[in-house]
């Protein structure tokens, strides 16, 4: 079995930091692909950083500048620094973690957490 844990949310003010960690633990062969979505209510979940096995990473354009993600290959664990935090960066926080269990292919697995709130307010 394969866990993906998240930590590091809470209560900040407006133009404040946080940083968010996510670690995948288990029976993993190697780990592709890990990201950050959040949800706010009554709005969809949405990607909000991702960066695979190379370094690579992506951004949605409303937090480009202002949010770093990045990642321990060896700790299989990824990491989000947000900064100049913004109420409408308040959501709740998954991570997710596309793995392989073994060398093949169709071990292939997608790992949600089950995510952190965030909450910018003063």
């Known amino acids: 079995q394969v866990q993906v844990v998240e930590s590091g949310g809470g209560l900040v003010q407006p133009g404040g930091s946080l940083r968010l960690s996510c670690a995948a633990s288990g029976n993993i062969f190697s780990t592709n692909v890990m990201g950050w979505y959040r949800q706010a209510p009554g709005k969809q979940r949405e990607l909000v950083a991702s960066i695979n096995s190379g370094g690579s990473t992506n951004y949605a354009d409303s937090v480009k500048g202002r949010f770093t993600i990045s990642r321990d290959g060896a700790k299989n664990t990824v990491y989000l620094q947000m900064n100049s935090l913004k109420p409408e960066d308040t959501a709740v926080y998954y991570c997710?973690?596309?793995?392989?269990?073994?060398?093949?292919?169709?071990?292939?697995?997608?790992?949600w957490g089950q995510g952190t709130q965030v909450t910018v307010s003063s």
């Open positions: 997710n973690a596309d793995v392989l269990l073994d060398k093949y292919f169709s071990s292939r697995r997608e790992v």
